[in-house]
């Protein structure tokens, strides 16, 4: 979906956001109420970013706790209010399963391709993480744009 929506803006010049949102602590989760309490906070995670998005935006598990949002024609200050939009609503509240309430947060990465910029879907993706990473080391629950 990605590698499509970075061809389509090529054709026709509108920007393209990505948010890359990694629960926090999420291995503590695992740790201490097990895999499957794990499985059901990742699952209520996409469900919540899932209602905080447009019917016509694409979301995906990237890996482990990582989950990519691809946001078609939104311009850096649409992908910022998307990104905080997303974050809240997996704040929300506390995700109930069978092991217990658990409370959840995420650190999101946002990347955009707007104007007369060009990236592979790589490079955005790279750009994407380093917001991540940046929002994580910034004391996590929070939202960092790549430059």
Do not use: W
Request: glycine residues 8%; hydrophobic residues 45%; charged residues 30%.
């Amino acid at each position: 979906m990605l590698a499509s929506e970075v061809s389509r803006r090529q054709r026709d010049g509108r920007p393209l956001a990505v948010l890359l949102a990694d629960l926090d602590h999420f291995k503590r989760i695992n740790d201490t109420f097990g895999h499957l309490a794990g499985d059901a906070v990742l699952r209520a995670a996409a469900r919540r970013i899932r209602g905080a998005l447009r019917p016509y935006d694409a979301l995906g598990r990237y890996g482990g706790e990582e989950l990519l949002v691809v946001l078609p024609a939104c311009d850096l200050a649409g992908a910022r209010e998307a990104a905080e939009r997303v974050r809240a609503a997996i704040a929300a509240g506390p995700v109930p399963t069978d092991y217990g309430d658990i409370d959840v947060t995420a650190s999101i990465g946002v990347a955009v391709l707007e104007g007369d910029a060009v990236l592979a879907v790589d490079s955005l993706l790279q750009e994407a993480d380093r917001a991540l990473y940046r929002a994580k080391h910034a004391g996590r629950n929070r939202v960092d744009v790549a430059e």
